[in-house]
T-cell receptor
Framework: AQKITQTQPGMFVQEKEAVTLDCTYD???????LFWYKQPSSGEMIFLIY??????QNATEGRYSLNFQKARKSANLVISASQLGDSAMYFC??????????FGTGTRLQVFP | GAVVSQHPSWVICKSGTSVKIECRSL??????MFWYRQFPKQSLMLMAT?????????EQGVEKDKFLINHASLTLSTLTVTSAHPEDSSFYIC??????????????FGPGTRLTVL
């Protein structure tokens, strides 16, 4: 069975600083994908970044990067130069051979001036 | 690209009535769409997987007769909550995956529908 664990229910970061949101996963599928989504208070789920299990390099998308450590089964999201608009819930998720996208419990990020 | 819309964005209905929620992929074809439910301060829970032209696959514990799903085209899936009750009040959100063979392809989400049953 697949499982995603996010151990940080809430995080605070000052504007312009970097922040790391933790995510560990467990799966027996040899091929899988890891995702991060942002959910602001409006409720929409915004896709941020994707990492494939066979990708050699860590994924990056603008200010977002995914610190993928396969041996440790971790896929941490790093947000550089935080902005006030980054305040939201962040969900880590994974998919494997099945169609299902399994979500973690989320981390609420608060960016303060 | 990869825009998914949902309609309505919010709905209030009386207990016992049925509510239909539409999910559309606007700029891509989606063989597979997914329906999730999210309670306040909780994560998303997958309700069912909707495949174009075939019956939906429901997750354990989800009543298929209560939550009717129809995926009539490559760009539209609908969720109908039949005989809604207050406990069905929740945030319903759909996602769509581009027509592809890889289950690991990205799912793009709609903006969600907030259902309140009085």
């Amino acid at each position: 069975a697949q499982k995603i664990t996010q151990t940080q229910p809430g995080m605070f970061v000052q504007e312009k600083e970097a922040v790391t949101l933790d995510c560990t996963y467990d799966t027996s599928d040899p091929s899988y994908g890891l995702f991060w989504y942002k959910q602001p208070s409006s409720g929409e789920m915004i896709f941020l970044i994707y990492q494939g299990s066979y990708d050699q390099q860590n994924a990056t998308e603008g200010r977002y990067s995914l610190n993928f450590q396969k041996a440790r089964k971790s896929a941490n999201l790093v947000i550089s130069a935080s902005q006030l608009g980054d305040s939201a819930m962040y969900f880590c998720a994974m998919s494997g051979y099945t169609d299902k996208l399994i979500f973690g419990t989320g981390t609420r990020l608060q960016v303060f001036p | 690209g990869a825009v998914v819309s949902q309609h309505p964005s919010w709905v209030i209905c009386k207990s016992g009535t049925s509510v239909k929620i539409e999910c559309r992929s606007l700029d891509f074809q989606a063989t597979t769409m997914f329906w999730y439910r999210q309670f306040p301060k909780q994560s998303l829970m997958l309700m069912a997987t909707s495949n174009e032209g075939s019956k939906a696959t429901y997750e354990q514990g989800v009543e298929k007769d209560k939550f009717l799903i129809n995926h009539a085209s490559l760009t539209l899936s609908t969720l109908t909550v039949t005989s809604a009750h207050p406990e069905d009040s929740s945030f319903y959100i759909c996602s769509a995956r581009r027509t592809a063979l890889k289950p690991t392809d990205t799912q793009y989400f709609g903006p969600g529908t907030r259902l309140t049953v009085l």
